[in-house]
């Protein structure tokens, strides 16, 4: 339960924004009628669910409890399963679309003789609410074949699992080794599954989904030692590495003037692997002489609010002559596993960008957080953007979005040539309704799975999926921040730059603004900018010399936190006040209605204050109602300080070569 509670409430960015710490089930076929269970916080105001860029209606059966019917025409897959409610979208967690029967397994089946059965070709799925493991019998003749796969990071669970597959007798006959226990049956019998987390960790975290098929495993790769093999400039080399450690050798001739870029990836493609790539110079007459060797991808500066790790080698060259370069690729780790050796003509190619949702700087100093994806009402939201394998030869980026959500407008953003960290903004009018969309500019976005408080006591697991989604929330910002000019800024490299900054702030935010330019550094030296409490405009001063930024193009963007109070359901309370409003106009009307009919003095004065005295004690039973249903909601939810994420508009600079004395 302390896991639970921390995972949700340690962020810094208190601002409503729904996040997703685990679902259930993992998984369902096409055109099933279920409940999903949504664990995680900020899940009001229930519209929909996102199945990777699908919108799906729910229906909210009590807290955390929702019904949905699956269309029949999703295909087998596994998506990105997002909320999109009141405060906008959450992050994603994956859900299976499979063709296969599933079983739950409810963890009433803690002992051998209380098995539930399964049968081949079908799914079992649940969650280890306890410490005890799950059991369960299936029926195998003579000859059939099982595989029981389950892996853990492919569903973004917690869950490190330990499995086993007994006799009738209750003998141990196969293991899961890596995921998988594959198993032929000796004789017709009913044999035992039993599943339990490796650590014994319980909880809603801890959930899984087992495939149990009838196809024979995989036949293991075959990985053949070769002489060294002839490629050319624009190819793609796909094979496996060579066993323990062995190194694969490649001759690359080239001309004089050709740009190219030499790539391995493995680590990339999702395998543990640590490629090693070694360039040498071919003599005619047989001589090799190094030219490098590259372990790792360079590092990303500044650093990215979510680790990016990357162990495949990368090397940019520009020819100044005819030559060839004997080429050995091996990996540290000494697998077997696949790669691809790249050899990538310099030519505009589509950047290979991944989002990270936003979180505050220096959040993530001791741990994690899941972060933000959404943008407030009448303020600007940025997700930050992570260019990996850059190099001096990659060419600027210019981000952009389309086909956002009704009332939010794209900013854009840059990343500067060979750089490999922007941002991307957009911005919410005032009126904006709650909304989501998929951002499919961008290919890619990178989560952490669960927030962490101390990375030292708990492991961070990330997870890389699709285009980032972004949300409208119906909360209000408290402000936003914008250049008053949105040219690009010049300024020599031993100069500062002053930059004029305009504020627009909510009517109940009146605080000091500190804001930190990402961007250009680490945000912990970042520079910052000082808007003193009540102020509508600043200014922002960039020591360029101090920064010893070099000549060229740079993409920074302001960003800090704001305190205000809000109050949560804000939506119901100001329809309760206008509808309390209401009935006192009415009150007042039934009044001046009664005062009327008193003064009357036609025959019909009487039946006129019986109908005006009606009308008013009516009207004086609705005010009542409404009056008290105001003061129910402003107790239920009172306004409590939340701390939000304010922007600037992203701002781009120009820095000139200094001027010589």
Same mark, same amino acid.
Request: aromatic share 8%.
């Given at each position: 339960m302390l896991l639970a509670f921390a995972a949700s409430a340690f962020s810094q960015a208190t601002f409503p924004s729904p996040t997703l710490t685990s679902i259930s089930p993992l998984g369902a076929k =096409?055109? &099933?009628?279920?409940e999903l269970t949504l664990r995680g916080s900020d899940l009001e105001g229930p519209q929909s669910v996102l199945l990777s860029d699908? %919108?799906?209606?729910?229906?909210?059966?009590?807290?955390?409890?929702? $019904?949905? &019917?699956?269309? %029949? +025409?999703?295909?087998?897959a596994l998506y990105d399963l997002r909320f999109v409610g009141r405060f906008g979208v959450s992050n994603p967690r994956v859900f299976e679309i499979s063709t296969l029967d599933s079983i739950t397994s409810s963890g009433s089946n803690a002992k051998? +003789?209380? %098995?539930? @059965?399964?049968?081949? #070709? !079908?799914?079992?799925?649940g969650s280890f609410k306890s410490n005890s493991p799950h059991w369960f019998a299936i +029926?195998? @003749?003579?000859?059939?074949?099982? $595989? %029981?796969?389950?892996?853990?990071?492919? *569903? +973004?669970?917690?869950t490190e699992m330990l499995g086993a597959l007994s006799a009738p007798t209750g003998r141990e006959l196969a293991r899961m080794r890596a995921g998988i226990i594959t198993f032929t049956a000796p004789s017709d019998a009913r044999y035992r599954l039993r599943f339990n987390e490796l650590m014994y960790r319980s909880g809603d975290d801890y959930g899984f989904r087992i495939t149990l098929s009838s196809a024979a495993p995989p036949a293991p790769r075959t990985v053949r030692l070769a002489d060294v093999r002839l490629i050319q400039i624009g190819q793609t080399v796909q094979d496996? *590495?060579?066993p323990q450690g062995l190194s694969q050798a490649f001759d690359l001739p080239f001309k004089a003037g050709d740009q190219f870029i030499l790539e391995v990836h493995s680590h990339q493609l999702g395998h543990s692997t640590d490629p090693h790539l070694i360039i040498e110079n071919l003599k005619p007459d047989g001589k090799l002489t190094p030219q490098a060797e590259v372990a790792d991808a360079p590092a990303i500066t500044p650093v990215p609010d979510i680790s990016i790790p990357s162990r495949d080698p990368c090397y940019p060259y520009v020819a100044k002559e005819d030559g060839v370069f004997r080429i050995t690729v091996s990996d540290n780790f000494a697998t077997t596993q696949p790669y691809e050796l790249r050899i990538v003509k310099e030519t505009p190619r589509p950047a290979p960008l991944i989002a990270v949702n936003a979180i505050l700087p220096g959040a993530k100093v001791k741990g994690a957080e899941i972060g933000s994806a959404n943008v407030p009402r009448g303020g600007i939201a940025a997700l930050e953007i992570i260019a990996p394998n850059r190099n001096a030869l990659s060419e600027p980026i210019e981000l952009k979005a389309g086909k956002l959500p009704a009332g939010v407008i794209c900013l854009g953003g840059f990343i500067g040539k060979g750089q490999s960290l922007g941002y991307i903004a957009f911005q919410a009018s005032a009126d904006a309704p709650p909304g989501?969309?998929?951002?499919?500019?961008? =290919?890619? !976005?990178?989560?952490?799975? *669960?927030?962490?408080?101390?990375?030292?006591? #708990?492991?961070?697991?990330?997870?890389?999926?699709? $285009?980032?989604a972004l949300g409208v929330s119906a909360q209000s910002s408290p402000a936003f921040v914008q250049t008053e000019k949105t040219d690009i800024f010049e300024v020599a490299a031993d100069s500062k730059l002053e930059i004029a900054l305009k504020v627009t702030r909510h009517a109940d935010f009146a605080e000091a603004l500190k804001l930190k330019a990402l961007g250009l550094i680490d945000a912990a030296k970042a520079p910052e900018a000082d808007i003193p409490a009540k102020a509508t405009a600043g200014k922002f001063t960039l020591d360029v010399k101090a920064l010893k930024l070099a000549p060229g193009d740079y993409g920074l963007i302001l960003q800090g936190p704001a305190k205000m109070k809000i109050r949560r359901d804000v939506e119901e309370l100001t329809a309760a006040e206008s509808d309390a409003k209401k009935s006192t106009e009415a009150q007042a009307a039934a009044k001046k209605q009664l005062e009327t009919a008193n003064a009357d003095t036609t025959p019909k004065k009487s039946e006129l204050v019986k109908l005006a005295t009606a009308a008013l004690k009516t009207a004086d039973t609705t005010k009542a109602t409404a009056d008290e249903l105001v003061k129910d909601l402003a107790a239920k939810s009172p306004a409590k300080e939340a701390t939000f994420i304010v922007y600037s508009n992203p701002i781009r600079i120009r820095v000139k070569e200094a001027a010589k004395k």
């Open positions: =096409p055109g &099933t009628t279920l699908r %919108a799906i209606p729910i229906k909210s059966l009590k807290p955390n409890l929702f $019904s949905i &019917t699956l269309p %029949a +025409d999703l295909k087998p051998p +003789d209380k %098995a539930l @059965k399964v049968a081949l #070709d !079908s799914v079992i799925q +029926d195998l @003749k003579k000859g059939q074949q099982l $595989s %029981a796969t389950f892996d853990g990071q492919r *569903f +973004d669970t917690r496996c *590495f060579l989501v969309c998929i951002l499919s500019d961008i =290919p890619q !976005s990178r989560f952490v799975s *669960f927030g962490v408080i101390e990375a030292t006591k #708990d492991n961070i697991l990330y997870r890389t999926t699709g $285009s980032p």
